[in-house]
């Protein structure tokens, strides 16, 4: 018993980590209005610096400038160091919420999201260019880290109970502030009703930046001072303490510091008990416990509490995106498809590998497009349910033997199972609660089941073997013998989009995707009518899961093994950004996805142009999600929807004509969804 006591004292240093992200979250939120998903990302831009300069340089972020300022005798030493990484986490706050912020006020929230994961992106692309992260950096101790026994002969470093005492005076300073000075009222009260703060002479928008800047730079306060803890590396903050830290906010309802705190301390501390458990008992899992224990917290909270994460008063808000009518023509399919074979067959293999690129991230799009553009929920788990029919289809056509078509589409259907498993708490959750769940889902699966031999075989030579997809005693693979980057695989591939592009277009024409749409724009109004909604989000997730799977089988194909690192959390946040990118509610926006996507068509035909660009081609991408969501909340196919709209002479949409406001009561009559799904 004295070494579990041992373990809870040792997960003490990554619970103060959890309870500053939190914290962090907390602030952030309640100040805001934002769950601030790249605080994460923040944090780990901030600890590299201080790292730089402690190193005695200092690195700057933008293109252009010198790689580094040398300070002459190296070391700045601590308080220095300390000063200008806080300084520049404030700049980097000030900025993220003055550009991409205050713009998306009062947008819905995916296109917060959406500008998130730009952030993401955007910065961990910086840290992974501007800073030597390929091995790791370590950072000189800041607190003190002898071993002290705290019982028996159990001892711990003292480094993670200095941390634990600052969060925790930190967490007391924090409440003080917010309940009893004026700054703190006027931050709960912006929280509650922004009218009211304005007529008492108040900005809300000072108010909500004040608080974003204030949550970054006590995030990375703390960062900074756990560092020595850790290996710094370009997603040290990122994902590995998000979910826990989003748990802890959600059981302290985004408002009870103390709770929030507590139960961060909490997870922190049971996480490290596990370590002890998977000793001692064989029956303990191996795998995915540390990982989904936040997760269980946060689906416990969200059931049991439903729709209770606050959301900032607003006066009021945007629409979502219009979904535009389906034209299949001609022109929409004929003309993609002859380009995409005729690249395919007359362009060199670089080429072709950005053609399929394209092809599978189409896929993903189009997934995106059911689930969100037609159905109106939010799911962050899109890759992790693909990665379920990837590795799938290794165990069920390697060890099973079910030859193509069989294998791909039951591994489909397994992805499927899964994907509606992650949208269940659609019954009860939705916006960004629902992104919150289906992120912790992600990882979860990613965890539990992804890094599990027992669920996914042997992953020696780098990831779990696929055949080559054949029928009928034809191979059609990517690599045959020597002939190698065939383009009758990439053929294969636009052969599958082209029919699942006709599926999703036929879908937003038919009964069912009328129902999704009436679903989508008034679950009242629909309800009033006989439309089942939770059956409907649940068939969304069921369609948009099985393309995903298809997508994830796709992925094996190509490469002739499966393995985690394809599906990641990443992976999943990227691939609904650029879904967002192209267009999210329209076929042709998936097609748009597909063309901009990473290493696709664009990118390369850009690179092709503009030489050396491949270096930052990742961190373009998330600058341009940041822009589109700011400024184009439709994606790139929406307005080209919107100018043909205009050009057609009718009535351009404003505000009110771009789709139902989230969670609206009053965004759609029910004689129109009446209309909608009689018709």
């Not at 959301?311 to 022109?331: K, S």
């Not at 650029?578 to 664009?602: D, E, K």
Request: proline fraction near 4%; include cysteine.
């Amino acid at each position: 018993m004295s070494d579990y006591v041992g373990y809870l004292v040792l997960g003490s240093g990554a619970g103060a980590i959890i309870a500053a992200f939190a914290l962090g979250l907390l602030i952030s939120q309640q100040g805001a209005g934002i769950v601030n998903f790249s605080l994460g990302a923040m944090m780990t831009w901030t600890a590299h610096v201080y790292a730089d300069l402690r190193q005695g340089a200092y690195v700057f972020p933008i293109p252009g400038l010198p790689d580094r300022y040398h300070f002459a005798g190296g070391d700045v030493g601590f308080p220095i160091a300390m000063a200008l990484s806080l300084a520049t986490a404030a700049v980097l706050a000030w900025i993220v919420h003055r550009l991409v912020f205050e713009p998306l006020h009062r947008a819905p929230s995916l296109s917060t999201i959406v500008a998130d994961i730009g952030i993401i992106i955007v910065l961990t692309s910086l840290v992974e260019a501007r800073f030597s992260v390929s091995a790791g950096i370590r950072v000189e101790s800041i607190l003190p880290d002898e071993s002290v026994t705290v019982i028996d002969d159990f001892t711990v470093p003292r480094d993670g109970l200095w941390l634990s005492a600052i969060v925790i005076a930190i967490a007391i300073a924090v409440w003080i502030i917010s309940r009893r000075t004026r700054i703190g009222l006027i931050t709960r009260a912006a929280a509650s009703n922004e009218k009211g703060v304005i007529l008492l002479g108040y900005s809300p928008r000072a108010v909500a930046r004040r608080s974003y800047i204030f949550a970054v730079v006590l995030a990375s306060f703390v960062g900074v001072m756990a560092s020595p803890t850790l290996q710094l590396e370009s997603t040290t903050y990122t994902f590995a303490f998000l979910i826990p830290a989003l748990g802890a906010a959600l059981v302290g309802r985004f408002r009870n510091v103390g709770i929030a705190v507590g139960t961060a301390f909490a997870i922190g501390m049971v996480q490290s008990t596990f370590t002890k458990l998977q000793v001692d008992f064989e029956w303990f899992p191996r795998y995915g416990t540390r990982e989904g224990l936040p997760f269980l917290i946060i689906i416990v909270a969200m059931w049991l509490m439903g729709e209770t994460l606050p959301n900032r008063g607003t006066v009021e808000t945007w629409r979502l995106p219009l979904v535009p009518p389906t034209r299949i023509n001609l022109a929409t399919v004929g003309i993609p498809l002859v380009l995409a074979i005729g690249g395919l067959l007359l362009l060199d293999p670089l080429w072709r590998a950005a053609i399929m690129t394209s092809t599978i991230a189409a896929v993903f799009a189009l997934s995106f497009v059911v689930v969100t553009g037609l159905g109106g929920q939010t799911t962050l788990a899109q890759m992790a349910v693909a990665g379920i029919g990837g590795f799938a289809l290794s165990r069920i056509a390697t060890d099973a033997g079910i030859p193509f078509p069989i294998a791909p589409l039951l591994a489909a259907t397994a992805a499927m199972v899964f994907g509606v498993l992650v949208g269940l708490p659609a019954l009860r959750v939705r916006g960004t609660n629902l992104a919150i769940v289906t992120l912790g889902g992600a990882v979860a699966i990613t965890e539990f089941v992804f890094k599990n031999h027992d669920f996914i075989g042997d992953l020696a030579y780098g990831g779990a073997r696929v055949p080559n997809p054949s029928l009928i005693g034809w191979d059609f693979g990517l690599v045959l013998g020597d002939e190698s980057s065939r383009p009758i695989f990439g053929s294969f591939l636009v052969i599958v989009v082209l029919l699942l592009a006709l599926a999703v277009a036929n879908l937003r024409r038919s009964g069912t995707g009328r129902r999704l749409l009436a679903a989508r724009s008034n679950e009242r109004a629909a309800l009033a009518v006989g439309v089942g909604v939770q059956r409907t989000k649940l068939l969304a997730y069921a369609i948009s899961s099985f393309i995903a799977g298809i997508g994830g089988c796709l992925i094996a194909y190509r490469f002739g093994r499966v393995s985690d690192a394809s599906f990641g959390t990443l992976a999943s946040l990227t691939a609904l950004a650029f879904a967002y990118l192209g267009g999210i509610t329209s076929v042709s926006g998936a097609m748009t996805a597909g063309v901009v996507a990473a290493s696709g068509v664009g990118f390369f035909a850009l690179t092709e142009v503009i030489g050396g660009l491949g270096t930052w081609e990742t961190l373009i991408g998330g600058v341009l999600l940041i822009v589109t969501a700011v400024l184009n909340p439709e994606g790139i196919a929406g307005g080209f929807h919107r100018d043909r709209r205009g050009r057609d002479g009718e009535r351009r949409p404003g505000r009110g004509d771009q789709g139902p406001a989230e969670g609206s009561t009053e965004s759609a009559s029910a004689d129109r969804v009446v209309e909608t799904t009689a018709s």
